[in-house]
């Protein structure tokens, strides 16, 4: 009986620190960098908002972050990005309003583009087309405009 408590007591011990170091794992942060190719001026900034879930994709951004262009280009480093699947959106900002401008029926008249290389057909980008993983093995993506 008291080698079937000690092993008890082993036994939780070591599914407490297992389940303790899993939890440490999902609060892991990066620092990831988009970097943004092919803007067709410097006038203006870029916009880049970062959604963590797949019903907020479009809707509702977790993280938001703007460049200047510089010869078409732009990066912008998002700091403590929690590991995990993410999708990215942004649209060059050209009258520096802080908005997408759209046209009829919502059709973006600025230029926007996504991770992956994400493109709506008849309607926006698709949340899985657009998903990356964010980790410490994965800290950047390219996004042409």
Known sequence: MKHLLSL????????HQMYAQGTSL?????SF???LKGLSSDEGS????LYDQKDQWLKQVYKMA????????AIVVLDSVPNGTYGISCYHDLNGNDTLDTKYFGIPSEPYACSNGAVGRFG???????????????TET???F
């Open 26 to 30: 999902c609060n892991e942060t990066t």
């Open 33 to 35: 960098t988009v970097h």
């Open 46 to 49: 870029v916009k880049v908002g």
């Open 8 to 15: 008890s007591a082993i036994l939780f011990l070591l599914s």
């Open 66 to 73: 703007d460049a200047k262009i510089l010869d078409g280009a």
């Open 142 to 144: 390219n996004i042409q």
């Open 124 to 138: 926006p980008p698709a949340w899985v087309d657009a998903k990356l993983i964010i980790s410490a093995e994965h």
